[in-house]
């Protein structure tokens, strides 16, 4: 039978349709909040020298050196603050359990609205040694001595750990310390960090380091862990390798650049003290062939 369509229905079924078609002005979909992930980069091994040192009876020669990561600043991409939080659940738990906060950030007011948590990505320790008592990040950087022309690792270093923190600023300005201070929850920020990471304070149960885009964390050569033994490395050339964040566990932007290395050239002689001179420096990359000559 053919359908017959009075005309009152004919203009609701026809209103029903623009109501599913037609969207009211301001209904659209709010954007996704964007994570400001940093971007740790590690500077090229500084200072180098060899120093003496006697213990166990015997000398030992130690390849000392300046290291430092930094927190690249701000770009297209993103780039928050290293916003590390460690914890633990009592004074009869030896380490604390480190977690990654990493601001929210709202395209459509501009400000950061929340932080997102990356459970579980490093270790701290109370650290007593002679010159600190401190909490200690386990394993931020690795230092390693390979062989020029296999790259095979020959000896690495003992470093305890780091206490990560905004110690010079590399580049003027943070937009993310502009952002933090109108969020619209409260979060962690570059306020928060603990400068001497719980200095003295072995019964605390959280402690937050970290680092600002723009600033870097640098360690001076012979503090303690700041060197190679190289009593048994012969004469040779080696790639002193420094590789921030060697885990991958902090989340980054951008992991391609967290190794910097120089070529050197390692004399010994026996009874004295080896020489060591640095042949190039390479940024951002763990292999450092010698330079070509033209």
Same mark, same amino acid.
């Given at each position: 039978?053919?359908?017959?369509?009075?005309?009152?229905?004919?203009? !609701?079924?026809?209103? !029903?349709?623009?109501?599913?078609?037609?969207?009211?002005?301001?209904?659209?979909?709010?954007?996704?909040?964007?994570?400001?992930?940093?971007?740790?980069?590690?500077?090229?091994?500084?200072?180098?020298?060899?120093?003496?040192?006697?213990?166990?009876?015997?000398?030992?020669?130690?390849?000392?050196?300046?290291?430092? +990561?930094?927190?690249?600043?701000?770009?297209?991409?993103?780039?928050?603050?290293?916003?590390?939080?460690?914890?633990?659940?009592?004074?009869?738990?030896?380490?604390?359990?480190?977690?990654?906060?990493?601001?929210?950030?709202?395209?459509?007011?501009?400000? %950061?609205?929340?932080?997102?948590?990356?459970?579980?990505?490093?270790?701290?320790?109370?650290?007593?040694?002679?010159?600190?008592?401190?909490?200690? !990040?386990?394993?931020?950087?690795?230092?390693?001595?390979?062989?020029?022309?296999?790259?095979?690792?020959?000896?690495?270093?003992?470093?305890?750990?780091?206490?990560?923190?905004?110690?010079?600023?590399?580049?003027?300005?943070?937009?993310?310390?502009?952002?933090?201070?109108?969020?619209?929850?409260?979060?962690?920020?570059?306020?928060?960090?603990?400068?001497?990471? +719980?200095?003295?304070?072995?019964?605390?149960?959280?402690?937050?380091?970290?680092?600002?885009?723009?600033?870097?964390?640098?360690?001076?050569?012979?503090?303690?862990?700041?060197?190679?033994?190289?009593?048994?490395?012969?004469?040779?050339?080696?790639?002193?390798?420094?590789?921030?964040?060697?885990?991958?566990? %902090?989340?980054?932007?951008?992991?391609?650049?967290?190794?910097?290395?120089?070529?050197?050239?390692?004399?010994?002689?026996?009874?004295?003290?080896?020489?060591?001179?640095?042949?190039?420096?390479?940024?951002?990359?763990?292999?450092?062939?010698?330079?070509?000559?033209?």
């Amino acid at each position: 039978m053919p359908v017959v369509v009075l005309p009152a229905l004919a203009v !609701l079924l026809a209103a !029903l349709a623009m109501a599913v078609v037609v969207r009211p002005a301001g209904a659209q979909q709010a954007p996704a909040l964007q994570p400001q992930v940093p971007d740790i980069t590690q500077d090229v091994p500084k200072q180098i020298s060899v120093a003496a040192k006697r213990f166990g009876g015997r000398r030992h020669y130690r390849l000392a050196f300046r290291s430092a +990561a930094e927190n690249r600043f701000p770009g297209r991409t993103g780039g928050g603050a290293v916003v590390l939080v460690g914890r633990r659940p009592n004074r009869g738990t030896k380490t604390m359990t480190v977690d990654q906060h990493i601001d929210l950030f709202d395209p459509q007011t501009g400000r %950061i609205d929340t932080q997102e948590v990356h459970r579980n990505v490093g270790t701290m320790r109370f650290v007593k040694a002679a010159d600190h008592q401190h909490w200690h !990040l386990v394993g931020f950087e690795r230092y390693e001595l390979r062989r020029a022309s296999s790259h095979r690792l020959v000896t690495r270093d003992r470093k305890t750990g780091f206490c990560v923190g905004n110690r010079y600023q590399f580049k003027a300005g943070s937009r993310l310390a502009f952002r933090a201070s109108a969020a619209v929850t409260p979060q962690l920020t570059f306020r928060d960090f603990s400068q001497e990471c +719980a200095k003295s304070q072995p019964r605390i149960l959280s402690v937050t380091v970290g680092l600002s885009p723009g600033w870097g964390d640098d360690y001076k050569p012979l503090v303690e862990g700041q060197f190679i033994d190289i009593t048994k490395v012969p004469s040779g050339r080696y790639v002193l390798v420094h590789r921030a964040n060697p885990s991958r566990k %902090i989340r980054e932007s951008d992991y391609t650049n967290n190794a910097s290395s120089v070529l050197l050239d390692i004399r010994r002689r026996t009874g004295s003290k080896p020489t060591v001179r640095t042949l190039a420096k390479c940024r951002g990359t763990e292999r450092c062939p010698a330079p070509t000559t033209p």
